[in-house]
C-alpha cells in the first residue's frame, strides 16, 4: 500500500522535520501516529499524501513512486489518496454539501464539478456521508454557520465521500468532545475496514489510538521511537515517548474542553462525561458499550 | 434513500431568470451586436486606422506638443486637486458626525446641526453626482476653451468625492478620542487634530494620493469638451483618423498612468514609516522635504496654467455666470422631452450595466493568468495588458470604438468593458492572490483538476470581494456612461451634448438631472445589493 524508506525531510527555512524514517503498511492495515507537538506527525503524513516531497530517501504509494510520474498520473494518485485536516480547509462561505462533495473532484470529469455547482448532483452520496456523522441536517447550511467541531467532521465527511484506498488523517477529532471524538474516529476505522483501504491515523489522545487503532507509531524528533503492536505498548514507553511534556500522557479526558455541541448532537451530549473515568483506566464498562457498538474500537 | 432536494435551488433558477429578463431588454436597448465588430466597412476603418499607428509620430514639432499637453494635463490635475482640497476640507469637518458638538447630550441647536448636516451632505450628492466632463462642458461656456474649466471641474467633482470619503473615514475610526476632547471643552479643530488625525491621518493622505491619480486619468479626456491638456490633442488626431499621432498619445497614457501608479505607491509606503523616527518635530525633514515639494508643484500648476481665475471675482463675470445659471431654469419637463430623456436613461444604464458585467467576466478571465499561476511570461504579458487597457480612458476607447463598430450605445459598452476589464481585472487578481491558500492545497492534494480547484477552493473565497469591486466599479460606470455620448457613444451624453451646442439651456439641465438621479439610484443599489450579499 505504501513504503517509506529512509526518508528525511527538511523545511525552506533549514527545519528537519522528519529523519531517517522508515514505514511501511499493507492494504487495509489501520495505524495511529502518536508523538509530542513538533514531533513531525503532519509532516510524515504530508509526506505520505505526496504533498511534501521528501528531501532525501524513497517513497512508493498505492504501487507508485509520486514523484517520478508525469503530473497528469500524480494527480490521478492523489485523488485516490484522502485527506481529514485538523482545522478543516473549507471556505467559509461554501455550503456543507459543495464541500463535501467536493472530496470527488479527483474522479469527477471536469464538467461534473462545473455543473454541480449550479444543482449539488449527488446530494444522496454527501447526505449518506454526513449522516454518519450525525451531520446530515446541516447539509445545506454554509460552512461558517458551523462549530468547529461540525466543521471537523465535515472534513472527516469528505474524506468519507471521497472513497480514498489510503486515508491519511491528521487530528482528524481535535476539536471533538471524548464521545464524539471515539465515535468519529470509529467511522474512520469502520469505513476503511469495510473498503479494505488503508488508514494513517495522527492522534494526540493516547488513549484513543492504544483503543481504537491495532498498530502504533511512536514519533519523537522526527524519527520512529517505536512501531508496535497496540497490546505490546505500555506506559513506561508511553512516557518515555512524552518526556518533553513533562511526562504527562495527552489523553481524551485530559484534551482542552472541545467546542460546545450543537443542538443537533444533543443526545450525544448526555453521554459526554460518563466515559471519561472509564477512559482513564482503559477499563471497557457497561456505559461505554452503551454508547460505542459492539463491533466498535473498544477493546 | 430518500433524500432532500437543494432547498436554495428554486432561488437560484428564480434569480437566473430575473436576470436574464432584465438583461434581455437591456441588450436590446443597448444595441448589442458584437457582429458589427466584424462588418466589412468597420474592419477597414478600422484596420486603415490601426495601420496608421505604426510608426508612432516622432517628429520633433509633435513630440514638443505633445510634452507640452502632457505637463499641462498633470498640472491640471494637480491644481484640480488642491482645488478639491480646499473645497473638502471645510465640507467634511462641517458634515462629519464624528465632530458634532450639538450631538453631546444632546446639546442646545441639535436639530440645527442635523439640519445643516443633512444640506451639505445633498450638496455634496450634486457636487459629484454630476460626472466632472459635465462640470467642464458648462464651464467652457463660461470661461471659453483653456484648462481654467478644466481645474475648476476637477475641483468640485473631486471636492464633493473627497468631502465625503474624508466625513465617512472620519466617522468609521475610533471617535472616543475625539468626543472627549470635545466633552472637555475643545473646538472641532483641535477635536479633530488631537483626536482624529492621528488615528486617520494615513488613510486620509493615501486616499487622497489614490485620487490624484484618478484626477490625472480624468484630466487626459478633458480636453475631449476643450478644456485642455492631452485630450484635445487626442480628440484632433483621432477626428483626422492619423494614426501615428493616436499610437503615440496612447503611450504617453501608458506611461502617465503607470507613473502615476509608481509615484502613489511609493507615497502610501512612506506613509506607513511615519512618525517612528523617535523626534520631537512631528514632521520629520524628508516628509517635510516632501511637502514643500508638493507645494511648489501645485503653485507652479496655477501659475503656469494661468487660469485667470481672479477674473472670476470681477462683478461682470459674476453677473454673466448667475445670468448663464439662470438660463437652465426652469427645467424643461414636458412630456415628449421627458421620455426622450428617459429613452437616455434607459440606454445609459444598459450602457453602465452591461459594460460592467461584461468587464467583469474579462477581469476575472484575465486575472488568473495575472496572478501568476500560469507561468511568469504569461503574468507578465497579462499584466502589461491589464495596464494597457485600464490607461486608456473610456472616453478615449469610446472614440476608438465608434470606428470599429460604428456610433451608438454598443459603442459605449465595449469602451467601459474595455477599460474596466483593466481595472477589475487587477483588482480581480490581488484578490486571489491573498485568498487563503489551505482550501485550494487541500484540493490539489486530493487530485482535483485545477479548474475545479480554482471553482471549489478560491472561487467561493473571494466571491463577496469580487462582487464588491464590481459594484463599485458599477457606480463609477454609471457616471461614465452618462458622458460616453459626447463622442457619439450613445446614452444621456449624447442628448446633453447635442442640446448644449443649440444652446437648449432648458432641455440639457433636465438631463443634467436626470444624470444626477441615475447615480444617486445607482448608489443606493449597489450599496443595497452590497449589504444583501455580505
Known amino acids: 500500500m505504501f513504503r517509506l524508506h529512509d526518508a528525511s525531510l527538511a523545511h525552506a527555512n533549514g527545519f528537519v522535520a522528519l529523519r531517517e524514517v522508515t514505514l511501511a503498511a499493507r492494504a487495509g492495515e489501520q495505524i495511529a501516529i502518536v508523538g509530542p507537538s513538533g514531533a513531525g506527525k503532519t509532516s510524515l503524513l504530508r509526506v505520505l499524501g505526496a504533498a511534501l516531497r521528501p528531501t532525501t530517501g524513497q517513497l512508493d504509494v498505492l504501487d507508485a513512486n509520486p514523484w517520478a510520474l508525469p503530473a497528469a498520473q500524480l494527480r490521478r494518485l492523489r485523488a485516490r489518496i484522502g485527506v481529514a485536516h485538523q482545522a478543516p480547509p473549507l471556505p467559509p462561505r461554501q455550503r456543507v454539501v459543495t464541500a463535501v462533495l467536493a472530496g470527488r473532484l479527483g474522479q469527477w470529469p471536469w464538467w461534473k464539478g462545473v455543473a454541480s455547482l449550479a444543482y449539488p448532483l449527488d446530494i444522496a452520496g454527501a447526505a449518506a456521508a454526513l449522516a454518519r456523522l450525525d451531520l446530515d441536517e446541516r447539509i445545506f447550511d454554509r460552512c461558517d454557520r458551523l462549530s468547529g467541531g461540525q466543521l471537523q467532521r465535515v472534513g472527516v465527511a469528505r474524506v468519507l465521500y471521497q472513497q480514498a484506498q489510503l486515508i491519511l488523517a491528521d487530528e482528524p477529532v481535535s476539536a471533538l468532545d471524548p464521545t464524539l471524538a471515539r465515535q468519529t474516529a470509529q467511522v474512520l476505522t469502520a469505513d476503511a475496514a469495510a473498503r479494505g483501504a488503508t488508514l494513517v491515523a495522527s492522534l494526540h489522545a493516547v488513549d484513543l489510538a492504544l483503543s481504537c487503532f491495532p498498530r502504533i507509531v511512536g514519533l519523537r524528533d522526527g524519527r520512529i521511537a517505536f512501531d508496535r503492536p497496540a497490546a505490546a505498548v505500555d506506559q513506561a514507553l508511553l512516557r518515555k515517548l512524552y518526556a518533553s511534556e513533562g511526562g504527562q500522557l495527552p489523553e481524551l479526558s485530559a484534551v482542552p474542553a472541545p467546542l460546545a455541541p450543537s443542538s443537533a448532537l444533543g443526545s450525544h451530549a448526555s453521554f459526554a462525561r460518563s466515559p471519561l473515568a472509564t477512559v482513564r483506566d482503559r477499563a471497557p464498562q457497561a456505559s461505554d458499550t452503551a454508547s460505542v457498538p459492539a463491533s466498535g474500537c473498544w477493546r | ?534
Not at chain 2, 459594484?471 to 455620448?485: K, P, V
Request: aromatic share 6%.
Open chain 2, 1 to 534: 434513500m430518500s433524500h432532500p432536494r437543494d432547498p436554495a435551488a428554486p432561488a437560484r433558477a428564480a434569480g437566473l431568470l430575473v436576470a436574464i429578463a432584465l438583461l434581455w431588454p437591456l441588450a436590446v436597448i443597448g444595441e448589442f451586436h458584437p457582429w458589427a465588430l466584424f462588418e466589412a466597412r468597420n474592419l477597414q476603418v478600422m484596420g486603415g486606422f490601426l495601420a496608421g499607428f505604426l510608426p508612432p509620430a516622432s517628429d520633433r514639432e509633435f513630440l514638443a506638443c505633445l510634452g507640452r499637453a502632457t505637463l499641462e494635463t498633470l498640472a491640471i490635475a494637480s491644481a484640480g486637486m488642491a482645488l478639491a482640497i480646499v473645497v473638502a476640507v471645510p465640507l467634511a469637518i462641517a458634515s462629519t458626525q464624528a465632530l458634532s458638538i450639538s450631538r453631546i447630550g444632546p446639546g442646545p441647536g441639535r436639530r440645527r446641526g442635523e439640519m445643516l448636516r443633512a444640506v451639505l451632505r445633498m450638496l455634496l450628492v450634486v457636487l459629484r453626482g454630476v460626472p466632472e466632463l459635465v462640470w467642464a462642458l458648462l464651464f467652457v461656456r463660461v470661461f471659453g476653451l483653456g484648462p481654467a474649466a478644466g481645474v475648476l471641474a476637477l475641483g468640485l467633482t473631486y471636492g464633493g468625492m473627497l468631502a465625503k470619503v474624508y466625513a465617512e473615514i472620519l466617522e468609521s475610526g475610533d471617535g472616543r478620542p475625539a468626543r472627549a476632547l470635545l466633552e472637555a471643552g475643545g473646538s472641532r479643530l483641535q477635536a479633530l487634530s488631537y483626536g482624529l488625525l492621528p488615528g486617520n491621518a494615513q488613510e486620509l493622505t493615501s486616499y487622497t494620493v489614490y485620487r490624484w491619480e484618478c484626477a490625472v486619468r480624468a484630466s487626459v479626456v478633458m480636453g475631449f469638451v476643450g478644456a485642455g491638456g492631452l485630450g484635445q490633442l487626442m480628440d484632433q488626431s483621432m477626428k483626422m483618423l492619423n494614426g501615428g499621432e493616436a499610437a503615440s498619445i496612447l503611450l504617453t497614457f501608458l506611461v502617465l498612468v503607470l507613473a502615476a501608479d509608481a509615484l502613489s505607491s511609493l507615497f502610501r509606503r512612506q506613509l506607513g514609516d511615519a512618525g517612528t523616527g523617535g523626534r520631537a518635530a512631528a514632521i520629520g525633514p524628508p516628509s517635510l522635504a516632501l511637502l514643500a515639494l508638493l507645494g511648489a508643484a501645485v503653485l507652479a500648476s496655477f501659475v503656469w496654467l494661468d487660469l485667470g481665475l481672479a477674473a472670476l471675482l470681477t462683478r461682470d463675470s459674476a453677473a454673466s455666470m448667475a445670468d448663464f445659471m439662470a438660463s437652465f431654469l426652469p427645467l424643461d419637463l414636458s412630456v415628449d422631452w421627458l421620455l426622450k430623456v428617459g429613452k437616455g436613461s434607459l440606454e445609459t444604464v444598459a450602457i453602465s450595466l452591461l459594460g460592467t458585467l461584461l468587464a467583469a467576466a474579462c477581469g476575472l478571465l484575465l486575472a488568473l493568468p495575472a496572478c501568476g499561476r500560469h507561468g511568469r511570461a504569461l503574468e507578465h504579458g497579462t499584466r502589461l495588458l491589464l495596464n494597457t487597457l485600464r490607461s486608456v480612458p473610456e472616453l478615449v476607447w469610446a472614440t476608438l470604438m465608434a470606428l470599429a463598430a460604428g456610433l451608438g450605445p454598443f459603442a459605449g459598452i465595449l469602451a467601459l468593458t474595455l477599460h474596466t476589464s483593466g481595472v477589475l481585472g487587477r483588482l480581480f487578481g490581488e484578490a486571489l492572490q491573498n485568498a487563503p491558500p489551505a482550501p485550494r492545497e487541500a484540493l490539489l492534494e486530493a487530485g482535483a483538476p485545477s479548474g475545479a480547484v480554482f471553482l471549489y477552493g478560491t472561487l467561493p473565497e473571494v466571491t463577496p470581494q469580487l462582487v464588491a469591486y464590481a459594484l463599485y466599479r458599477w457606480e463609477m460606470n454609471i457616471r461614465m456612461a452618462s458622458i460616453l455620448g459626447f463622442v457619439g457613444a450613445g446614452g444621456l451624453g449624447q442628448l446633453l451634448y447635442v442640446e448644449l451646442s443649440l444652446f437648449h439651456y432648458a432641455q440639457a439641465s433636465t438631463v443634467i438631472a436626470a444624470m444626477l438621479l441615475l447615480s444617486v439610484a445607482v448608489d443606493a443599489a449597489s450599496a443595497r445589493l452590497r449589504r444583501w450579499l455580505a
